[in-house]
């Protein structure tokens, strides 16, 4: 009875796939971006911090239809991606993991960039004064101290991906083992009354986001908040 | 001088309706229209109101998710379905008035392209495969995208292309893939590209009716109207000469 169908199994592995790509990659820009924030006083340091947080405001669908343009032979990366040989991002795995990117952009930012901001330029310089160069500063103090931050983003990441829907709705096609994510698989089954399969997936990615919350929290999540 | 006049008894008939919404003269619909005809909808009821004094209120989206509100309580007086399986549904469960739906349109089926010239009179092109993607609705969900899959089918085409599909969740979305450039081939109802009973953008093919069921809309009157009486009057308006005249503008058939 509490058997998956292949389609449905092979959405969960997508999922999971777009989340933790979708994570790696988040931490790797939102840090060096959340640093910057953090450390900046260049005037233009509130626009940028506003256009990372706009995806909390504009509506996913919205955002999605946008990068479907965006993304499409008429937009300019659309273009750029067309005239670099790469073919276009949209109703592929690739255009789905740069849509959840910024889509979920806030979520690991804020969490890291509070996280240095609460650590205080004290550590630091008295770093500097045992005569750690920059970089030396910043991998062995700045982001230890910062380690609860990285948590609350990672998981914030991974979760918001995991529930994502508008965006890859309008980006993805629905293609099976290439976009059709856990949401859409949900909505699908939903919208064609087969609410057993619904029911079985949804209870399911509920039961599973709750344990891998869980464990984070209780493992390294000392300190993290959400 | 008129003009205030006119106003002010605008804003005193605007009052006395406030204060009774029920009382006959001028009653209120609240109408579930499936998507795909939210423009001659618009302009149906636009005639409908000057003409019956009545208000319609119009939600527009997916005939499914309106089954499922329907279930619980939604307050709408009438549905205008996508297919006839829904109001029929709804008869049968009890949820409308026995014995009121009809066919209120016929949709047609084109297979469209935003470029120009791509798509050629006879549809030829599905088969020569000089097209990156084909975007159609969900046949599980819309019945469009049924339509589109059953012509594949008959065209002996379906395995040839299956690995180049989109699929939108509605026509709706499919369009967007199609009208974005991201796909260079949809099946799209006819009644999206046909504005004013022409077709003015891109390239298409009207996809011939012996390929696929026909797409019967059929709309229906709820049991739980609080308004019975302006509902059968919008149904009854919706079967008269002036919309079927809207309605075939639109790229619709009818019955």
Known sequence: ?226 | MSQLRWNISGLFGALLFGMFPNTGFAGEVNAAVAANFTAPMQQIVAAFQKDSGHTVKLSFGSSGKFYTQIKQGAPFDVILAADEAISQRLEREGLAVAGTSFVYASGKLVLWSAKPGLVDAKGAVLGQGNFNKLAYADPKLAPYGLAAKETLDAMGLWRRVESRLVTGESITQTYQFASSGNADLAFVALSQITKDGKVTEGSWWLVPSNLYSPLRQSAVQLSASKDPVAARALLTYLKSKKSAEIIRSFGYELP
Not at chain 1, 1 to 28: C, E, H, N, R, Y
Not at chain 1, 57 to 83: C, D, K, N, R
Not at chain 1, 90 to 117: D, H, K, R, Y
Not at chain 1, 126 to 145: E, Y
Request: proline share 6%.
């Open chain 1, 1 to 226: 009875m509490f058997q998956l169908a292949p389609d449905d199994l092979q959405s969960v592995w997508l999922t999971l796939k777009l989340a933790g790509v979708t994570t790696i990659l988040l931490l790797l820009i939102a840090t060096p971006l959340a640093w910057w924030l953090a450390n900046s006083r260049k005037w233009y340091k509130g626009p940028v911090a506003a256009v990372v947080a706009l995806p909390l405001v504009i509506p996913p669908t919205v955002l999605g239809f946008y990068l479907l343009l965006l993304m499409g032979p008429q937009g300019a990366v659309g273009e750029l991606t067309t005239s670099l040989n790469l073919g276009r991002l949209p109703f592929t795995f690739a255009g789905l993991v740069i849509g959840s990117v910024l889509f979920s952009m806030p979520f690991a930012v804020q969490p890291i960039q509070n996280a240095f901001e609460s650590i205080g330029r004290r550590p630091l310089e008295v770093a500097a004064t045992l005569r750690a160069g920059a970089w030396d500063r910043f991998f062995s103090v700045a982001l230890p101290l910062a380690r609860p931050g990285f948590i609350t983003a990672s998981i914030l990441a991974f979760a918001h991906t995991v529930g994502e829907f508008g965006v890859v709705l309008m980006l993805g096609g629905n293609i099976p083992g290439e976009t059709r994510v856990l949401s859409v698989a949900i909505y699908s089954h939903v919208e064609a009354m087969e609410y057993a399969s619904a029911h079985l997936l949804a209870g399911g990615m509920v039961l599973f986001s709750f344990l891998v919350l869980l464990a984070l929290y209780l493992t390294g999540g000392k300190g993290a908040r959400v």
